[in-house]
């Protein structure tokens, strides 16, 4: 594991070759990862769930999903994913930045359609499943999709670009036909702030009044709102997060547990052991013997 996967909410590496940007593959739940940490990046991404259940929170709902669902999540939108219960999911990760449908200069289709999807300007629901009116065309595009990425006859990207139009226009035209749960954007762009904040200084000591101030919000607000947003209390939330990194730094170095302790916000090592046998049920040292 890089220990900087887990440093950047905002992800900056490049999915898509840059001459055609768009990519495709498949992971597993929980044999590839352990989970997928929320985050956000600037393609557009569809989940394609093709065996077994899972979670998927998108702008911070969580969605139960199974094999069949397919889940559009655009550029920008918080999301991540996780098992249900102890259950394998495996999916197909879609994705492909936006600039591959845009044309130069003026363009009707995305100003007046694909922007204001992309932006949430049009509200649809992130979850597409074997009950929406739409969804067989949907499952049908993407078995096309996946099928000329198999075989890649000559031109297959010009069949791929109109598929994924294709696959557009009916979420746009479908728009409003599901009960849609949302966070204001305001409220979701204070959550990056908090988000980054924690990714860069959790090696630190953060109190609840360095992170209320980088909000600009109260100490009580602050509080209130995080709870509120993200389920749990701010100080789990930062001891859970260290935790994690504490434990991929277990398994891929050879660092001792103390310095693992220090680097990765823990002051105290009994402290420290205390957290990580409340979360993983095990003391750090077991947890990297069992590793092995």
Known sequence: MDKNQYEIY??????????????????????????????????????????????????????????????FVF????????????????????????????????DYCNDNFIQPLFSGKIKMSPVADSECSYY??????????????DMRPHGYQLAVKGCLFEILFELVSHCGEAEIKSMSRK???????ILTY??????????????SRHCFYSKSYFMK???????????????????EIAAGLLIDTDDNILDIAVSTGFDNLSYFNRCFKKKYGIAPGKYRANAV
């Open 136 to 149: 067989p065309e949907l499952s049908a595009l993407i078995t096309r999709i996946d099928r000329l990425c």
């Open 187 to 193: 409220s979701l762009e204070k959550i990056k702030i």
């Open 10 to 71: 905002h992800e900056n590496i490049n999915h898509t070759p840059s001459d055609f940007p768009y990519n495709t593959y498949l992971c597993s739940i929980p044999l590839d990862f352990r989970s997928v940490k929320i985050h956000w990046h600037d393609e557009t991404e569809i989940i394609v769930i093709k065996k077994g259940e899972g979670i998927i929170c998108v702008d911070l709902t969580a969605y139960c999903v199974k094999a069949g669902d397919i889940v």
């Open 75 to 106: 550029p920008g939108q918080l999301h991540s994913i996780e098992q249900k219960d102890n259950a394998v999911m495996e999916y197909e990760n879609i994705l492909f930045k936006p600039k591959l449908l845009k044309s130069s200069g003026h």
């Open 225 to 243: 709102f995080f709870k509120e947003a993200m389920g749990t209390g701010f100080i789990q939330y930062l001891n859970d997060y260290r935790l």
């Open 198 to 211: 924690i990714a860069e200084n959790y090696q630190n000591d953060i109190s609840i009044d360095d992170i």
